[in-house]
């Protein structure tokens, strides 16, 4: 086991990372995240304290690949179109056959959110992703691609209920075909808006 001060803190992060989203968090061990992070258990615990902060450090580091894409989302000149870029970014992921487990803040969702700290972290996790699809709408309706009064909350509202559905449906049958019919379905949606 290497020495406490000389490893990758970032490194195993990552690697913790990866058992805890194909184990969950009840499912994990202290000795697997140890073992993945080729550290000894002590040396887990100094350096990152319990179980549960350790799976809150790499849920943070999960959501921040994630808050790229959203806010790449924001930055471009069409929303609409960049709304629709995000989407296909997202079914492109879902559609991936080698990503067998799904998203990692879904599965905190659905295996762990009666621990009311995950529950709250996702809670949080899942408030930034509909204000950043708000932000992206209400742009639409400045730059004239959708019509002045949409109720810009309730269709962020359904768009990230739509992203966790197709997240959900990566689990059971991850192709390209049913990822495209989503991503249409949910732009159709959103451009009846439109002006």
């Known amino acids: 086991m290497p020495d ?23 499912a994990t061990t202290t000795r697997q995240l140890a073992n ?8 887990l615990f100094n350096t990152f304290g319990n179980k549960q902060a350790i799976y809150e450090r790499t849920l943070d580091l999960y959501t921040g690949g994630h808050a790229h894409l959203l806010k790449k989302m924001q930055q471009g000149d069409s929303p609409l179109a960049s709304l629709r870029a995000y989407w296909e970014t997202i079914a492109g992921f879902a ?18 959110a009666e621990n009311s700290e995950i529950a709250d972290f996702v809670k949080r996790s899942f ?20 019509k002045k009064g949409t109720d810009t909350r309730a269709l962020a509202k359904f768009l990230l209920h739509s ?13 390209t075909k049913t990822m495209k019919n989503i991503v249409d379905g949910v732009m159709s949606a959103v451009e009846k808006h439109k002006i």
């Open 4 to 26: 406490i001060l000389h490893f990758d803190k970032g490194e195993a992060l990552e690697k913790m990372m990866a058992v805890f989203w194909q184990r969950g968090f009840k």
């Open 36 to 43: 993945s992070a080729g550290l000894s258990e002590s040396s």
């Open 163 to 175: 992203t966790q559905g197709i997240r959900v449906m990566s689990r059971l049958s991850p192709d």
């Open 127 to 146: 408030r930034r992703q509909e204000n950043a699809f708000k932000k992206t709408l209400d742009k639409a309706v400045d730059r004239g691609e959708l």
């Open 95 to 112: 559609a991936d056959k080698s990503r067998t487990n799904g998203c990692m803040i879904t599965n905190a969702a659905i295996m762990d």
